[in-house]
């Protein structure tokens, strides 16, 4: 068969396929559904039919393999190329999103990605927690370790936010409003939780940085004001919001320890393979990451710097977040019984 | 090895289709554009949100953080899969797969965005792209997205019409591609090389009038099946 032939024979399928095609895309475009095609007798063409999309694809998938074997003239193979790359886009596009996607992700997908990851969550929970710890006994012993994480002014500025005059807890007399101190908290730790991550990529040496430099943060801060007398304030201040927004850190840095460990030992795949794969699992965590910020920064914003609720108020609350936390990280989403699992797997 | 950047991407149906990574210039260049609009959007979300107080600076912070983080997502999200500056240079973020850039690789590729940034000014990321040939950064490897140009680029027309003649040789598979080739070639060559190109296939064109071109143009067509004046 010659070109010539070929191109006359097939022409017809192309032609359709092209048209199926701008009309799928428009369909999916609603803005430019009437601007086009508006004077085309056609205009009112029967609804797209999908099963014969599958088929013209399959059809050009095959003349574009016979074109190239054949060596045929290459604005035909570029022609039939181009037709059979937009009809794998259209094909093969996920389309699975929406309300239904998120609701699975919430109450299935996020948690069992998490617990899929336990022994990454262990190892961040102690990059974490142990530099947290030496740090706050080291200046609970000795309020003057501070000035080795921070100057004078700041340490100044932490025993104002706590103090007994303070108007609302947890920050300095020149920030405002709830809502200011909402979007601050969250630009700032959505920030270091996607740090704690995106480290991961640096063979994990990121993420332990980032881990072990908030936990000595923290752990001064708290026992900085511990020391100076300011722990009820304090830990009531921190107790709610900190279910949600230390456990998030912990969990980004998780995911940063996955992508560092996937790039140090692939196993049986290529680096970049194991890179992949790593990034494809701990994205799921990374999405609940950025929902329990968003929850911590409301709550730190409303709730934890209202001095009106008596702290016993507040630790009562905050208790029962962080059993929520725990529970719902150790527990939901998990398959019902045997069956079920099987189903899931 | 071939000079050209083409990424081969395999469709389930065994199809190779080929794909134009773009390279650090024109996507350094997009970038500075869509700083540009960022910062654009922060000022004027800046003027609107600055009479409001408290609740203005909040908006104004998550509107930041929104900016920093997930303009490109979105905008990756759309049916253009592009940024503005992206779509300005003709560039598309697309799955190494050839497919639509899905939300999860979109977000994946962003957040990373902090480890191509490092230790300043996209240094990982600018080095990872000069070292592979698909031109991906940290975030696209991990990721598995690829930045290529939206549209290819017709190297190749139809074929000019000259009369049909047939070669005085047989011609092997490799030289009728080559032939064919040159001539879909021809709208785009000046008619000088054009014509010494085809100075170079004299032993295929018979002796008949006309300039080497022509002749050459009518082996072409003969080739993708023409006979005589007209139809195929």
């Known amino acids: ?345 | 090895m071939s000079l050209d950047t083409l990424y081969t991407a395999e469709t389930p149906e065994g199809i190779a289709l080929s794909l134009r990574p773009a390279g650090v210039v024109p996507r350094v260049l997009a970038y500075g554009i869509d700083l540009g609009v960022r910062l654009g959007i922060y000022l004027a979300a800046t003027l609107l949100a600055l009479p409001f107080g408290g609740m203005g600076r909040a908006l104004l912070l998550v509107t930041y953080f929104l900016l920093e983080w997930f303009y490109p997502v979105i905008f990756e999200l759309t049916r253009a899969g592009a940024t503005p500056g992206k779509r300005i240079f003709g560039l598309q973020v697309v799955m190494d797969s050839g497919l639509p850039v899905t939300p999860a690789a979109a977000l994946t590729r962003n957040l990373l965005r902090t480890a191509d940034f490092f230790p300043f000014l996209y240094a990982f990321g600018a080095v990872s792209m000069l070292l592979r040939r698909d031109f991906k950064r940290l975030g696209d490897l991990a990721a598995g997205t690829l930045v290529v140009y939206s549209d290819n680029v017709a190297l190749h027309g139809e074929l000019p019409s000259a009369a049909a003649t047939a070669p005085a040789r047989a011609l092997v598979p490799r030289e009728q591609a080559a032939i064919v080739a040159w001539a879909g070639r021809a709208s785009r060559l000046t008619p000088a090389r054009l014509d010494e190109l085809a100075e170079l296939a004299r032993s295929v064109t018979p002796a008949q009038p006309g300039d080497a071109t022509q002749r050459l143009l009518g082996v072409a067509q003969w080739l993708v099946g023409r006979r005589g004046g007209g139809s195929p």
């Open chain 1, 1 to 345: 068969m010659t070109p010539l032939q070929f191109e006359s024979q097939y022409a017809p399928f192309w032609q359709e396929l092209e048209l199926a095609l701008d009309r799928a895309e428009k369909k999916a475009l609603p803005k430019k559904k009437n601007e086009p095609k508006a004077g085309n007798p056609q205009a009112k063409p029967p609804p797209l039919d999908g099963a014969r999309l599958a088929e013209l694809y399959r059809r050009s998938c095959e003349h574009l393999a016979l074109a190239q074997a054949r060596a045929y003239p290459i604005h035909l193979t570029q022609r039939l190329e181009s037709l059979t790359q937009r009809a794998h886009r259209l094909i093969y596009r996920r389309h699975d999103y929406g309300l239904a996607r998120l609701k699975q992700l919430v109450l299935v997908d996020f948690p069992q990605s998490v617990r899929a990851h336990r022994w990454y969550l262990l190892a961040a929970t102690l990059l974490f927690a142990v530099p947290m710890l030496a740090a706050g006994w080291a200046t609970w012993r000795d309020p003057g370790f501070i000035l080795h994480l921070a100057d004078a002014q700041q340490a100044q500025e932490f025993d104002n936010m706590y103090d007994e005059g303070a108007r609302a807890l947890g920050r300095s007399r020149d920030a405002s409003t709830d809502w200011q101190m909402f979007g601050f908290y969250v630009m700032h730790n959505i920030g270091i939780g996607f740090q704690c991550f995106a480290g991961g990529l640096f063979a994990g040496i990121g993420s332990v940085f980032f881990l072990v430099f908030n936990g000595v943060q923290i752990g001064g801060v708290a026992g900085y004001l511990t020391a100076r007398g300011h722990s009820e304030n304090f830990y009531s201040f921190v107790v709610t919001h900190g279910a949600f927004e230390l456990t998030a850190i912990v969990l980004a840095g998780a995911a940063g320890l996955r992508l560092g460990h996937a790039l140090l030992a692939p196993g049986r795949h290529t680096r970049l393979e194991a890179l992949k794969r790593a990034a494809r699992d701990t994205i799921v965590v990374v999405y609940g990451v950025i929902g329990m910020l968003l929850v911590a920064a409301a709550i730190e914003a409303f709730w934890s710097s209202a001095r009106w609720i008596a702290p016993g108020v507040k630790y009562g609350v905050g208790g029962a977040c962080w059993l929520l936390v725990i529970a719902y990280l150790g527990w939901q989403g998990r398959p019902r019984t045997a069956e079920g699992a099987a189903d899931a797997g």
